[in-house]
């Protein structure tokens, strides 16, 4: 039997329109901030809020996104979500203070919120089953690269040319996102179920139940404990950096941390699929802790920019894995509930985080809070194992015996 093809229209097309989602969200997550102070004449606590109040609208709206994509359909979800998504970001030349921006930035996390789950429901419905974690390692790819062009290029165009360029950019990435995710049409197979059942989501009520996915709760929680983690990656680096003297070596780390992302992609995914989650996640915690112990007492390019290579390789690759198992808890039409679980417990995880972490780090210094977070992504083995892995293995057991049972009674 013949290896079943990944790389298909619809697939690059999901990928695109994920990739300029998520360049817009960067982009503007560096460069707003800055034109708050600048520009509108904000404080720092309004520019901190252009990044809080978006995430919390995405947060919000994902647990009802994944509904809809069950009852609306995928398709429907996605073009609706896009829609939103491409016009806040055509509206950005308009606001002129904080607060009318801050209302922009609720309306346009909607549209994010939306966006990003049905693309993580669709997309598990185009790469085939036997190269689930493969296909997944590719296509959260494009997060990875729109976190590196992204800010690079929010900073060059706003220096060089000034915001309404910037406004101007942001406004393409959204038609083009808009654009690639037109075409992309879910397989026949994937989108028809019976009347019955059809009737019976239409009917659903509004529950916890139905607004998230149990089974893919436990991997969802440990990948929430390491976003808190994440956070300060996204978020301090560059401040760190600035504070030890390295500020020039900070522009390359988020570079190195793609570059080892494309070099390993290719070999984690595969084994992802051949070997099973563990040969993959056990590793990869470990070299994630030590890319941040690095991190926490390099002073010098080196060990810097060494650290953003382990942390893209160990976290890199923990994130699209812990997604993966998260898709694969769930029963086909249920996949959208449990990407949107993920995302939303996983970015709960970060927008605690990211404000966590800028007060422990204006106490204790981020020298010391990247050194000791080391022994907290380590510890994260626990997590994993205790909330996840231990629970699968008991529950294969049961099955096992009581397929062993039900054979011998026969």
């Known amino acids: 039997m013949g290896k079943q093809k990944l790389w298909t229209r619809n697939f690059i097309n999901i990928s695109l329109s994920n990739f300029f989602v998520f360049i817009t969200f960067y982009y503007l997550l560096v460069s707003l901030p800055l034109y708050t102070i600048s520009d509108l004449g904000g404080n720092e606590l309004e520019a901190g809020l252009m990044v809080t109040v978006f995430l919390l609208s ?15 359909g995928k398709r429907k979800t996605f073009l609706l979500s896009l829609v939103i998504f491409m016009i806040s970001s055509l509206l950005y030349f308009f606001p002129t203070t904080s607060y009318s921006v801050l209302l922009l930035r609720l309306f346009h996390g909607i549209g994010f919120g939306m966006a990003t789950t049905a693309a993580g429901g669709i997309v598990a419905d185009l790469i085939p089953d036997s190269r689930k974690g493969e296909g997944m390692g590719y296509f959260i790819m494009s997060n ?15 220096n060089q040319y000034g915001m309404d360029a910037v406004f101007l950019l942001s ?14 049409k879910i397989p026949t197979a994937n989108i028809q179920k019976p009347a019955t059942e059809v009737r019976s989501e239409n009917k659903q009520k509004l529950s916890l139940h139905n607004l998230f996915e149990v089974p893919a709760l436990r991997i969802s929680i440990v990948g929430g404990l390491f976003g808190f983690i994440y956070s300060s990656i996204l978020s301090f680096v560059s401040v760190y950096a600035q504070e030890i003297g390295l500020i020039e070596a900070s522009s390359f780390f988020f570079v190195v941390y793609a570059a080892v992302l494309l070099i390993s992609r290719p070999f984690t995914g595969k084994w992802f699929d051949m070997y099973g989650p563990n040969v993959i996640i ?16 390099t002073n010098s390019s080196i060990l810097f920019l ?14 699209p894995s812990f997604q993966t198992i998260a898709i694969q808890a769930a029963s086909p039409s249920r996949r ?13 995880g970060v927008g605690i985080g990211s404000s966590v972490v800028g007060m422990i780090g204006a106490k204790i210094g981020f020298s010391s809070f990247y050194f000791y977070s080391s022994f907290y992504v380590l510890f994260g083995i626990l997590f994993y194992y205790f909330i996840h892995d231990k629970i699968v293995k008991l529950s294969i057991k049961k099955t096992q015996s009581k397929s062993s049972g039900a054979s011998t009674s026969i």
Not at 340 to 348: E, H, K, N, V
């Open 336 to 348: 959208g509930t449990a990407t949107a679980t993920f995302l939303s417990i996983f970015d709960t």
């Open 282 to 297: 056990y590793p990869s915690i470990i070299l994630f802790a030590i890319g941040m112990l690095l991190l926490g007492i």
């Open 58 to 72: 995405a947060i919000i709206i994902r647990p009802f996104a994944g509904q809809w994509l069950n009852t609306i």
């Open 171 to 184: 406004a393409i990435c959204g038609i083009i996102a808009f654009i690639t995710g037109y075409f992309i």
């Open 306 to 319: 060494l650290a953003a290579a382990l942390i893209g390789l160990g976290w890199g690759t923990l994130f």
């Open 144 to 158: 990875n690269l729109a976190m590196v062009i992204g800010p690079f290029l929010a900073l060059t165009v706003m």
